[in-house]
């Protein structure tokens, strides 16, 4: 007996439904990004490892995928893995193209990534992103747009977020204030699970990090600040006063949301000071956005780095950006029913005919009206009319085209709305009306 077929654990398949949405997403984004200039490129989905590596931390080193035969002879030491994010790779492609690029350069790409984590509910081993970065200016505005695109795209899509800002030069100083600036990325891999693990675990993962408990006491105040972003930003000058890079974490704060005042928008933003994300290369502003409606946990995220470039010989120029999760954003619409109905078919009509001759029929009245763009089947052998009728059913379609001979005999076909039930007999001019309409 031949053996089930099976996918690895965390990659799934997608039908045709499920593809319609996805391309729903990936459209939604993509048409945002182009309002704001940005363009696309793509990188290949596996990189050298020395590439990759070194780039995301311990723990992200280790959810590398690696390739062992990429073709060549298997060797002990891999030498490619595959794209662990689409960051890393564009920093890459800047270096090695930076002839051929104009600064500042405005960049998006939708790819899959893939990650040896652990698969579980909104988190998969092979996933895509949908990048957007600007590279090559110091700007704020640029923080600012995207910003802008967050907005946007979620107003398009209908969810509700919550758009999350840190910087992570703010969260250096606070490392520097309690002594411990050599632990900057224990404290923010650490303090960036706080929502996840709760402020317990997170003292608890601390300590056994080697960081001393009046370290841990003096970082709990910082941790629970409250009160809106003036009173917060207002206590963080006081609180790193004493830290050059603090202080310079606090200033972009300070100028980013009075951009974001000064643009009015009606994104809900929140200055989150326990925002760490985990990722080594950013320097400045930190986002992180979350559904409000349901519990999936971050479905964008991003920030700036001012130095990617310089690990693969360019320094001194710095990049921003963001990346949309589409797998996290397809499970937020589906829980909450959001896709628009008409994604449930891309055929607009079907023709059902009894017959050979009312097959040739239907196959001509197709053609013509394909070239005025209307999505058309035509069942391609003349069954059972309910039977072909189910199949409109299953697909969704809204128009039948029946084809007998009676309807031939007057160069029209009965065209049934299978939402009302109501036929009626047409030219070919007046279908093309009503499928249009």
């Known amino acids: 007996?031949?053996?089930?077929?099976?996918?690895?654990?965390?990659?799934?398949?997608?039908?045709?439904?499920?593809?319609?949405?996805?391309?729903?997403?990936?459209?939604?984004?993509?048409?945002?990004?182009?309002?704001?200039?940005?363009?696309?490129?793509?990188?290949?989905?596996?990189?050298?490892?020395?590439?990759?590596?070194?780039?995301?931390?311990?723990?992200?080193?280790?959810?590398?995928?690696?390739?062992?035969?990429?073709?060549?002879?298997?060797?002990?030491?891999?030498?490619?893995?595959?794209?662990?994010?689409?960051?890393?790779?564009?920093?890459?492609?800047?270096?090695?193209?930076?002839?051929?690029?104009?600064?500042?350069?405005?960049?998006?790409?939708?790819?899959?990534?893939?990650?040896?984590?652990?698969?579980?509910?909104?988190?998969?081993?092979?996933?895509?992103?949908?990048?957007?970065?600007?590279?090559?200016?110091?700007?704020?505005?640029?923080?600012?747009?995207?910003?802008?695109i967050v907005e946007e795209v979620y107003r398009r899509l209908g969810i509700n977020v919550c758009l999350h800002i840190n910087n992570r030069k703010v969260l250096a100083g606070i490392a520097e204030i309690i002594g411990q600036p050599e632990k900057i990325i224990d404290i923010t891999v650490a303090i960036d699970k706080?929502?996840?693990?709760?402020?317990?675990?997170?003292?608890?993962?601390?300590?056994?990090?080697?960081?001393?408990?009046?370290?841990?006491?003096?970082?709990?105040?910082?941790?629970?600040?409250?009160?809106?972003?003036?009173?917060?930003?207002?206590?963080?000058?006081?609180?790193?006063?004493?830290?050059?890079?603090?202080?310079?974490?606090?200033?972009?704060?300070?100028?980013?949301?009075?951009?974001?005042?000064?643009?009015?928008?009606?994104?809900?933003?929140?200055?989150?000071?326990?925002?760490?994300?985990g990722l080594n290369y950013y320097t400045g502003a930190i986002f992180e956005v979350k559904a409000l409606d349901v519990q999936m946990g971050s479905i964008t995220g991003g920030g700036r780095y001012d130095n990617l470039t310089g690990i693969f010989g360019m320094p001194n120029v710095s990049g921003v950006g963001i990346s949309f999760g589409a797998d996290r954003i397809y499970d937020v619409l589906t829980e909450l029913n959001l896709y628009p109905a008409s994604l449930q078919s891309s055929t607009q009509l079907l023709f059902a005919t009894f017959g050979q001759a009312e097959l040739s029929y239907a196959l001509n009245w197709a053609k013509t009206l394909r070239e005025k763009n209307i999505a058309v089947e035509v069942y391609p052998e003349p069954t059972k009319m309910k039977k072909q009728m189910g199949y409109a059913d299953t697909k969704q379609i809204p128009f039948v085209a029946i084809v007998g001979s009676d309807e031939m005999a007057q160069n029209k076909v009965m065209l049934k709305n299978m939402t009302s039930g109501e036929q009626k007999l047409v030219t070919i001019d007046e279908l093309l009306a009503e499928v249009k309409s």
């Open 1 to 148: 007996m031949a053996q089930k077929p099976s996918i690895p654990k965390g990659t799934r398949d997608f039908s045709p439904l499920e593809m319609a949405r996805r391309n729903y997403i990936f459209n939604t984004i993509q048409s945002v990004f182009s309002l704001y200039g940005f363009q696309q490129i793509e990188t290949p989905a596996m990189e050298n490892i020395d590439t990759l590596m070194g780039k995301y931390g311990e723990e992200g080193d280790k959810l590398l995928f690696r390739i062992q035969n990429s073709g060549e002879k298997a060797t002990s030491a891999p030498e490619k893995g595959l794209r662990y994010d689409l960051t890393v790779p564009f920093a890459r492609y800047v270096v090695q193209h930076r002839e051929n690029i104009q600064f500042p350069f405005k960049r998006y790409q939708i790819q899959p990534v893939w990650r040896a984590d652990r698969p579980q509910k909104g988190r998969y081993r092979e996933f895509y992103q949908c990048d957007v970065d600007v590279i090559g200016t110091n700007s704020l505005v640029c923080e600012l747009e995207l910003i802008q």
């Open 194 to 277: 706080l929502d996840k693990i709760g402020i317990e675990n997170v003292n608890k993962e601390l300590a056994e990090k080697g960081l001393p408990q009046e370290a841990i006491e003096a970082l709990q105040p910082i941790l629970h600040l409250s009160g809106t972003t003036a009173d917060k930003l207002a206590a963080l000058r006081t609180i790193l006063a004493s830290s050059e890079i603090g202080t310079q974490g606090v200033d972009e704060l300070d100028q980013l949301f009075a951009l974001i005042q000064g643009a009015e928008l009606k994104l809900n933003i929140e200055l989150d000071l326990c925002l760490a994300r």
